[in-house]
Each structure stands twice: as C-alpha cells, then as structure tokens.
C-alpha cells in the first residue's frame, strides 16, 4: 500500500486496511473531503525534530496549516508540510515573455486569490522563489528585480 494513489489510498483506509495515509495536496481537495466525510478520519499534525530537520535541510518543503473547519470533523488548525507550487519556464523562452508572465501573475494576486481557497493567502513576497531550489529565468528575475522582491 505504500505507492497507492491518493484514491486507494481513501479506500484502504476507509476499508480499515491501513490506519493512516499521506498525500500531498492543495486544501481544500476532494479526496481528503472524502476521506473525513466518508469514514470519518482525522487529520494529524506533522511535527517535531524529524519535520524540522527536514525543513531544514531541504528547502523545497514548506511548513503549512490546514485551517480548522475545512473538513468534516476537523475544527481545529492542522499543523503539516508540503511544497510550493511554482511556475516553471524552459530556459529557451524569451526572457520578455517569462517577464510578462510572471508581471500579469503579480499584478492579478487578488483575482487568482479568489479563484481557489488553495490561493487565498498568496503573498507575493512568499511566490519569489530561491534560486537556492531552482534557477530563476532572467525574465523573471528582472522583474523581481523591478517590483523590489528581489535585490
């Protein structure tokens, strides 16, 4: 059960086969609204020195929260880790269009923040990504550059 899909995943637990499962995923999604619905499971926190040494040391991975409520049974905040979505270019496309790409994301954060509860809490400061993670396209790091985001 180790490799399932997310969707067997659901299925096994919810058929008592396994006691846990883990994927990752935007919140709110359907599987883990089926998953509190359907069989009623519980989220668990993700802590302790184990997830900081992973935070620390790979900086792909991001402490986040599930905020309470989102899921039936589940009131409180949900303490977890997860990814940054990122928008990638191949290093062949012109530098203006990466740079008026990433522009028209960054001028419309209110409109992608309301297309998804997933996007609510954008925060331009937190999209500029490391170059530590992965290279930044020239076009977009002028305009990081531009906006003040980046020195």
């Given amino acids: 059960m180790s490799r399932a899909r997310p969707a067997e995943q659901n299925q096994a637990l919810c058929g008592n086969q396994v006691d846990a499962i883990i994927f990752e995923a935007g919140h709110p999604n359907g599987l883990t609204q089926e998953a ?15 997830i900081d040494h992973l935070l620390a040391t790979h900086s792909y991975y991001v402490a986040s929260v599930i905020p309470g ?7 409180k905040d949900v303490g977890t880790i997860g990814t940054q979505a990122i928008l990638l270019a191949s290093s062949e496309q012109p530098d203006e269009l990466a740079y008026a790409a990433v522009k028209a994301v960054f001028e419309n954060i209110a409109d992608f923040r309301r297309l998804h509860p997933a996007l609510s809490t954008l925060n331009a400061k937190d999209m ?24």
């Avoid at 509190?36 to 184990?50: D, M």
């Avoid at 170059?131 to 790091?141: D, E, N, T």
């Fill in 36 to 50: 509190t619905t359907g069989c009623a499971a519980r989220l668990v926190r993700v802590a302790g020195p184990p």
């Fill in 69 to 75: 409520g989102i899921y039936a049974g589940n009131p």
């Fill in 128 to 151: 500029v990504p490391s170059g530590a993670v992965i290279p930044i396209h020239p076009g977009a790091l002028r305009y990081y550059r531009e906006a003040g985001l980046l020195p």
